[in-house]
């Protein structure tokens, strides 16, 4: 004889069928095998007007079930409303939105109750149907191999070995990592560069990636921001950094080749920035504008490392309320 489990709906009709026939209590619990007491409860809790049916009796037991549950935090349709504005409106983590919540004091929500909910389907219906688990993003990437550098040497002033130990440790302002995000092949290009401490994203488009057009966007994104050194890579778009050098008065610390993780700041910020800009999306057709209120939405995130606060806020040291 079975214990501690719950009828099923098959057991349920086999007791309808029984009662039908006349049988007894004691008779029905032989046949299907259970206690006498578990049929006698099931026919008192779940008959109506004396009448058993199988799938009322079923529905009333699932309806006890559902009322018992520990009610969950996405149920509450706040909270639901308020992780789906962040998560699939403004592109944040659900660490992201677990750590700003904390900070701000909005309501406790584990991420690992945001990724279940995302897993469970609970925002597909918010994008059409579609799987919302898609818009996470994707951890884990391929690196190459570290060797020789295969797209041309060019002449670096100063080998990150060379870099001074406050930009390792990222104790202060004004030490940015430097890359390019391509658009379409041998078209217009993204700037960017991330400062170390803050996190902060300033740069903008180039026209081209050639090393003028990616000096002049440089020198128009770091006017009135702290400079105390840059970090590209070995790209040859980096090649005429002495122009550079020489109008804002910054060194450049050349990361080794194929290292990205030594520029990792710029990297992840990068990686945010596909998502917006696809590989191969023509970046001619983007006004300039337009690709401000990204940078300006991705300052506006809170990051794990900087105890949730925003890249805006440690950059220019205030707070604000984004929830």
Not at 16 to 35: F, P, S
Not at 145 to 158: A, C, D, N, Q, Y
Not at 286 to 297: A, L, M
Request: glycine share 8%.
């Amino acid at each position: 004889m079975r214990h501690h489990t719950h009828l099923t709906l098959e057991e349920r009709e086999d007791i309808m069928c029984l009662k039908r026939d006349g049988k007894k209590v004691t008779e029905i619990a032989y046949v299907i095998g259970r206690d006498k007491s578990t049929v006698s409860r099931e026919l008192k809790r779940n008959s109506c007007q004396r009448f058993y049916r199988a799938s009322t009796a079923q529905r009333y037991y699932e309806g006890r079930r559902m009322a018992c549950r520990k009610q969950r935090l996405l149920d509450d349709i706040s909270i639901f409303e308020l992780v789906k504005s962040q998560f699939l409106e403004e592109q944040w983590s659900p660490e992201q939105i677990e750590g700003r919540l904390k900070l701000e004091g909005a309501g406790p929500i584990s991420d690992s109750t945001i990724y279940r909910g995302i897993r469970g389907g609970l925002f597909d219906d918010c994008i059409g149907g579609r799987k919302a688990a898609r818009r996470l993003r994707h951890k884990g990437k391929r690196r190459r191999p570290p060797g020789t550098e295969r797209r041309g040497k060019i002449v670096v002033s100063h080998d990150i070995t060379e870099r001074p130990a406050q930009v390792e440790s990222r104790s202060r302002l004004g030490d940015w990592e430097a890359d390019t995000v391509v658009g379409k092949a041998h078209g217009a290009c993204l700037v960017t560069l991330v400062g170390r401490k803050s996190g902060l994203l300033v740069g903008g488009k180039a026209q081209k990636k050639r090393s003028v057009a990616i000096n002049k966007a440089i020198i128009k994104a770091l006017k009135g921001q702290p400079k105390e050194s840059i970090t590209p890579d070995r790209g040859s778009e980096f090649a005429a950094h002495a122009a550079v050098t020489k109008a804002l008065s910054v060194e450049f610390y050349f990361a080794l080749p194929h290292h990205p993780w030594q520029r990792g700041t710029n990297e992840n910020t990068n990686g945010l920035l596909r998502e917006y800009f696809p590989k191969g999306q023509p970046l001619e057709r983007v006004s300039v504008d337009d690709i401000q209120k990204v940078y300006d939405k991705l300052n506006l995130r809170p990051r794990k490392r900087l105890g949730y606060r925003t890249p805006h806020e440690v950059h220019y040291s205030t707070s604000l309320q984004l929830l």
